[in-house]
């Protein structure tokens, strides 16, 4: 046990633990599994309201590959990995205003099934597949593994000993409500969760700042920072810096960012399945709008300190050059913020901030979770292996067992694989990265089969499957491309792709498939024009003082 967490600190922690799962626990039992339909457990029975919404849009989202993760990326290139956070905000008001309309009109419960209605099965199983892969080994184990160094960094030694028991410890946590209560469950526990981890951010960030300021105010630790690490408060990068490679300045911008945002954001079910489970359109759009505002704060408490950690590093105050040295030689980014938390943040303050981390990285689980477990049974298991199952209430409850089963079963993969992360750099980028070897094709079939009538099954299903060996060639090939980038080509050639083959397969003027698109879908309400708008303002200030 690290001599730095007291007592204090543990009551806090565990006090965190026992609110959390008590209350995701009671939350699930107000209705019995026997009573819950799919419709109760996978969309917590379509009746969230939207500050619900935004808050576990939010939570979901932020988590250890956030706090950890770009924290870390912050402590490596500085400001610029900011750009995924303030862009998110405008691409939620996209989602918000085109997407969700054609969503909802859907009725859909997940992502896949849309491809079904738009296209067919076969391609709604290949995504099917796809997400289940995504976030079973890539979402899930990193997060479980960065939350887990964190939690030994922050608790231990520092020594990798309770790895191990901290990845275990997490996935159960995060089961013992999630897996019971469904998106209810997760969906309202993510209030407290969402505020406890602005909370703990902001300790943290007033805290790093007061450390470097030279009287201990958080005005003069501003002052401090950017005289000391001016040339890394800047959104945009020359090509000359060495992060250049994962923040390709002005055309991450304009290129590969909207890729990897607009696939996140809004077609990626673990986040977007909030929207669908609102009590109507107008609620899940004032939602995300909710959901923007909050992620304009985020670069702020996760980046900055980072930021401040690279500060100390150069300057060799606080032991900083030992504390984020590997034993080889390298940096050891991703232990910038669970070493400032560790190292500063006083007793007391540093069991809330531990929980602030947890609630973060729990959060997530729960949502990846309940998120892959859908798709499993409505995308999977009951067209393929029990089309006709109901039981005798006429309710497919049973769907509600093969959820929590599947559940368990991919936390127990998630959880064995999760240690064999340890040898990653930036644990940050390689999420974006390897992420990025999907999403460009399937935001190319999302927004061709959303707005263009003519986009046809077979040029689908050509445009995804053609667009992984695309990505891999980009990736494998001895150019010297930036992987965002490569995203951004990605998706161009596979529009491409599917713009031809649909050329050349479209029997009709149109798909017959082909949604129709009216201007009165689009209609949205003055609060959300407000709300528009001064996401739009705030963006255009944030980018003018640290272009």
Same mark, same amino acid.
């Given at each position: +046990? ?126 099917a597949v796809f997400w289940l892969g995504l976030f079973i080994f890539v979402n @899930? ?59 703990? !951010? ?22 401090? @920072?950017?005289?000391?690490a001016g040339d890394r408060m800047h959104l945009i990068l020359p090509k000359d ?10 055309? +991450? ?154 559940? !368990? ?27 990025? @070897? ?35 060639? @980009? ?43 009216? !201007? ?28």
């Open positions: +046990m690290n001599p730095a967490f007291h007592t204090l600190d543990i009551i806090i922690f565990a006090a965190y633990i026992v609110i959390i799962v008590g209350l995701g626990i009671w939350i699930s039992h107000r209705k019995k599994n026997k009573d819950k339909t799919a419709e109760d457990y996978f969309l917590a029975g379509k009746s969230l309201p939207w500050w619900t919404i935004g808050a576990s849009l939010i939570a979901a989202n932020i988590s250890a590959e956030q706090f950890i993760g770009m924290s870390g990326s912050g402590f490596a290139g500085g400001f610029a990995v900011a750009s995924y956070e303030f862009m998110a905000a405008l691409t939620l008001i996209i989602v918000a205003k085109f997407f969700m309309p054609v969503f909802v009109k859907q009725g859909i419960y997940t992502i896949p099934e849309f491809v079904e209605k738009r296209f067919s099965q076969n391609l709604k199983t290949i995504l @899930l184990t990193s997060v479980l593994y960065l939350g887990a160094e964190a939690i030994d960094t922050i608790i231990g030694t520092g020594d990798d000993s309770l790895i191990i028991p901290a990845i275990i410890g997490l996935g159960l946590i995060a089961a013992l409500y999630s897996i019971t209560g469904g998106l209810s469950s997760v969906a309202w526990t993510d209030i407290l969760q969402v505020i406890l981890l602005v909370l703990g !951010g902001l300790i943290t960030t007033v805290v790093a700042l007061q450390l470097i300021s030279p009287d201990g105010t958080i005005m003069q630790g501003i002052q401090h @920072l950017t005289n000391a810096n060495p992060e250049y490679h994962n923040l390709p300045g002005i055309a +991450m911008l304009i290129g590969g960012l909207w890729v990897a945002n607009l696939y996140y954001w809004g077609f990626n079910q673990y986040i977007i399945q909030r929207a669908f489970a609102a009590k109507s359109l107008p609620e899940a759009q004032k939602g995300l709008a909710f959901a923007a505002f909050l992620k304009l704060l985020i670069p702020f408490i996760v980046v900055i300190p980072g930021i401040v950690a690279y500060v100390m590093y150069t300057e060799g105050n606080f032991g900083a050059v030992e504390a984020l040295t590997k034993t080889n030689g390298a940096l050891n980014n991703d232990n910038a913020y669970p070493w400032l938390i560790s190292t500063f943040i006083p007793t007391g303050l540093k069991g809330l901030v531990l929980a602030a981390l947890a609630a973060a990285i729990i959060s997530s689980l729960a949502s990846m979770l309940n998120s892959a477990s859908t798709i499993y049974t409505m995308d999977i298991y009951k067209p393929y292996i029990a089309p006709k199952v109901k039981e005798k209430t006429g309710k497919d409850v049973s769907l509600v067992l093969v959820g929590q089963i599947s559940a !368990g079963l991919f936390l127990i993969i998630a959880i064995l694989i999760a240690p064999l992360l340890g040898s990653v750099g930036q644990m940050f980028q390689y999420i974006q990265e390897y992420t990025g @070897l999907v999403s460009p094709g399937i935001l190319a079939l999302f927004l061709l089969g959303l707005f263009w009538k003519k986009t046809t099954n077979k040029g689908a299903i050509t445009g995804v499957i053609l667009s992984i060996p695309i990505a891999l060639a @980009l990736k494998f090939l001895p150019i010297d491309m930036p992987f965002i980038d490569q995203m951004f080509y990605t998706c161009l050639l596979t529009i491409a792709i599917i713009v031809m083959v649909s050329l050349c397969t479209c029997e009709n003027e149109d798909d017959p498939k082909g949604i129709a698109l009216t !201007g009165s879908m689009f209609k949205t309400k003055p609060d959300f024009h407000i709300a528009a708008y001064a996401i739009l303002v705030l963006l255009v200030v944030v980018y003018a003082v640290f272009w």
